[in-house]
Each structure stands twice: as structure tokens, then as C-alpha cells.
């Protein structure tokens, strides 16, 4: 990965994972699809990452798709889509989830999968120079990468049809008003932003966070009784954790908790 589409990296318990097509927007292809992919799962199975940043090399986070490359596919840009977006959707679902936060950091533009893989991030902290645009339908296709997911859970039903069917441009400031962001920061500063959030993360809870995350993925979709009965489980089973020991001792003798993960 260090050398493809891909660069990734592990320090201080977060793994950056950074989209390294900056010649084409980082423009989505099968090879940056599978290094996604093969990224996301490492951050997964290392137990040392307990906090994911998602970024883009270059001016742009994520133009989408390369449809250059798609186009150049002839009869069989069918059959490559369904691998491309294989790939990406399980890159995704393993940003779903892993235990770790992930925050995407976003400059520029985040088209089309760009767009997506921000919706799938848990945090987004954006640039004041960032755009959010699906844009697939101006190219005749539909939205893939989990924003027909994501996007109406973020913003309302009616407002994810206007994404999708005018491929409205938001501005940062009108994607945090929407909810899609929850941070804007100026452009120059945006790395170091993304960084200091994804590395507070790290020294957090990194088991109570994806036990958070699940519950709140399930939720959205579960009836009151059932979800109410995953969260009696969930915390019962989370109490045993050496973590929420040390939590509830620092709590109860007003100092500052040590986590580690475990």
C-alpha cells in the first residue's frame, strides 16, 4: 500500500490512510478500491489502531469516480463496476464496524465516492475551502458507496433526493449546517485539526466506541424493544471491560481516566 493508490501509516494508535491518486482527484479506480480495502482491514485487525484518519493527498480529498477510466472500459465497464464498488463497499463496512473512530479529514472536493467516503466516517472535519456534491446522476449513473445509506440518515429524506437528483454543491458551512460535517477549520490548519481529534480518540474508550457505533448503526432502522434490549446487553457486557473499570474509579475519585483499549 505504501507505494499504490493507498499510503498508510501507524502512529500513536492511529492509522492514516490517505487516497494518493492526487494526478486525477484521487479519482476511485479498481487498484484505489482495493487498497481501500486492504487499508481499512489492516486498521481492523491491528490492535495497536484505535483511531482511523481518512484523507486525500493533494489539493482535493476525493473527486469520485475516475470515469476516465471507466469509460475506457468499452462493454465491460459493467462488470468492472461491480468489482470497484465489491471493494469499496467492504473498505466501508469496515469503516462501519471497526471499533475505531474514523475521521475523515476533507479539503477541496468530495464528489461522488468522495462524498460517500465522508458519510461513512464517523467524524468529518472539513476545510473552509471544501465542496460536497454527489454528482453521479450529472453523469448519468447512480450513487453507490453507501450515501443512499448515509445520506437521508444525515440530512432528511427530501433533502438527500436534492443531492442526489440536482447535484447541489454544499459548501462546508452548509454541510456542517446539515450535518454532515462537524467541524469546519481554515484550510491551512485542517491536517493538524483532523489529527489532534483522531489522536484524542485514540486515548478514548476504543471498545465502548465501537459498541457505541453499532448500537447507533442498529438503531436506525430497529424497533424501540429491540434496540432497547441490544443496549441492556451492550452495557452489561461493556461493564466487564477493563476500561469501564477504570472509567467508573476515575469518575468516582475525580481524575482523569487512563484507557487502553482493553
Known sequence: MENGT???????GVARITLNRPQVANGLDLALAQDLYHAALAADEDPAVRAILLGGAGKMFCGGGDLATFAAQGEALSGYLK????????AVSRFAWTDAPVVA?????????????ALGADLV???DNAKFVLAYTKAGLT????????????????????????NRVLSAEEARDWGIVCRVVPAEELDAAALALATELAQGPTRAFGGA?????????????SQMERESRGIAHMSRSADAREGMDAFLNKRKPTFTGG
Do not use: C, N
Request: aromatic residues 6%; charged residues 20%; without cysteine.
Open 6 to 12: 493507498v499510503l498508510y501509516e501507524v502512529a500513536d
Open 83 to 90: 468489482e470497484v464498488t465489491t471493494l469499496l463497499h467492504a
Open 105 to 117: 479529514a476533507v479539503q477541496g472536493a468530495a464528489a461522488g465516492a468522495g462524498f460517500s467516503l
Open 125 to 127: 472535519v472539513a476545510a
Open 143 to 166: 450513487p453507490d458507496g453507501s450515501s443512499t445509506y448515509y445520506l437521508s440518515r444525515s440530512v432528511g429524506l427530501h433533502r438527500a433526493k436534492e443531492l442526489a437528483l440536482t
Open 213 to 225: 457505533k453499532r448500537l447507533i448503526m442498529k438503531g436506525a432502522t430497529a424497533e424501540l424493544e
